[in-house]
């Protein structure tokens, strides 16, 4: 693969997310394009229908002109990796037509903030799983007790439940507050309202890329030919309405309301440069969850909050290598009843906490249930998020002179209507 990170006409910042080590897939619209599949290169989309329709890929352009990118994920990676190593090779070639034609260039090539970029795929399915130990561990210790705060299954599987994938929504969408029911500490009766307790969740999800059949299962050693890529994920939570609706069968209206996605999916193959050493799993997993090698991911993780007419204020820096249980073990446990899944299918990560104060991902663990509120630069204070936050979410993964980024994953919340 080249070393150069400046093509002829286009200076790629060493910052940029989208470096030429990326080539990430989208959906793209403006005000002549419909949709069209997308690829980034620094602040540069670049539009691969008109790259096929010009001869540069060898492929029927017509699976870049639709809504979702499901149809070319479906053709399988040895296709997709093809077109994705042919597109580093013509960004590589400072001499291509592609680069010297500027009427040709245009076409091709779109600044990003000049398009509008579109939820990548059709999601059939969405899993939210549980599976940050120091997540976990916070979380029971607030609502339980510390002695015991996993339950006694947590690790011996990847805790998961379905959530609703109606509500997902790309990059830069707002939403109202939602509201139900609550039960407050000082009532032996529910009320219904507004929540007080909106919460975010710092997630990564995966999306799936293999379709299967009912009673077929994925071992870990077969998961990652079944993972197109990955994708930064908010899911938000109202952590009151959360807490009186989860038992017996857990969250709900608490979930539901409200998901947030980043437009840009990173192949799996982009991020292999950046495989670690997990967790060390003890006690020792039954045989289909254990799996070989290295495969968490060094992937730094930023959340932040930007009040109305405000500036943005850090609130965390987490790591995707902080996951317990790994993407392949999610998958593998997924199917191991014989779960079918589609081309498509997002599986989430669950909040994504490491074992300092600062990388925790959620302000229900940040502020320690609002006991300790988070003073912004403003002077304002926040125990939660209040309407008309904005909350962004940041990943990048770096090693040497590699650098790839999935852009930005953007929500703003809106009073309850």
């Known amino acids: 693969m080249t070393n150069k990170n400046v093509i002829t006409c286009l200076d790629v910042s060493p910052d940029s997310d989208f470096s030429i080590y990326n080539i990430p897939f989208g959906i793209y619209s403006d005000t002549s394009i419909t949709n069209h599949a997308c ?18 890929l ?12 499901n149809d070319f994920i479906q053709l399988g990676k040895p296709i997709t990796n093809s077109i994705r190593l042919n597109i580093i ?25 000049q398009v509008n970029l579109l939820l990548p795929v059709r999601i059939g399915d969405y899993t939210d799983f549980y599976s940050s130990i120091d997540h976990a561990q916070n979380i029971g210790t607030m609502i339980r007790d510390p002695k015991n705060a996993l339950m006694p299954n947590w690790k011996h599987l990847p805790v998961a439940y379905h959530g609703r994938a109606s509500s997902i929504c790309v ?17 032996e009766l529910p009320i219904y309202g507004p929540t007080k307790l909106l ?74 440069p950046f495989r ?5 799993q003890e006690p020792k997993l039954l045989p289909y ?5 290295h495969k968490n991911i060094d992937i730094q993780l930023e959340v932040y909050l930007k009040p109305q007419n405000g500036s943005d204020n850090l609130l965390c820096s987490s790591n995707y290598k902080y996951l317990y249980y790994t993407m392949e073990q999610q998958l593998a446990h997924h199917t191991v009843n014989g779960c079918n899944i589609n081309v498509g299918d997002l599986m989430a990560s669950g909040t994504i ?41 940041n990943g990048f993964c770096k090693k040497n002179n590699l650098r790839i980024g999935f852009g930005s994953c953007k929500a703003t919340v809106l009073p309850s209507n």
Not at 171 to 187: E, V, Y
Not at 289 to 293: C, K
């Open 199 to 272: 919460d975010i969740e710092l997630e990564t999800a995966f999306v799936i890329g293999k379709s299967t059949q009912m009673g077929d299962s994925v071992s870990t050693d077969q998961a990652d030919d079944y993972i197109f890529g990955m994708v930064l994920f908010n899911d938000w939570s109202a952590r009151d309405i959360q807490t009186w609706e989860y038992v017996p069968l857990g969250p709900f209206l608490s979930k539901n309301f409200a998901s947030t996605i980043s437009p840009w999916i990173i192949t799996l193959e982009a991020l292999e």
């Open 289 to 293: 969850l254990q799996y070989q090698g």
């Open 171 to 187: 990059s830069g969408h707002s939403f109202h507050r939602p509201k139900g029911q609550q039960k407050p500490a000082d009532s």
């Open 39 to 56: 690829s980034a290169i620094g602040d540069y989309i670049i539009d691969l229908y008109e790259l096929a329709n010009n001869g540069f």
């Open 58 to 69: 060898k492929i029927n352009k017509d699976v870049f002109n639709l809504p979702f990118l």
């Open 353 to 393: 906490s490491g074992p300092n104060p600062s990388e925790y991902g959620s302000l229900m663990e940040l502020t320690w249930r609002g006991t300790k509120p988070i003073i912004l630069n403003d002077g304002s204070e926040r125990k939660f998020v209040n309407d008309f936050d904005t909350i962004t979410l």
């Open 276 to 280: 670690v050493k997990g967790y060390e």
């Open 89 to 113: 090779d013509i960004l590589s070639d400072h001499q291509s037509e592609l680069i010297t034609n500027t009427q040709l260039f245009n076409l091709v090539f779109k600044k990003q903030n």
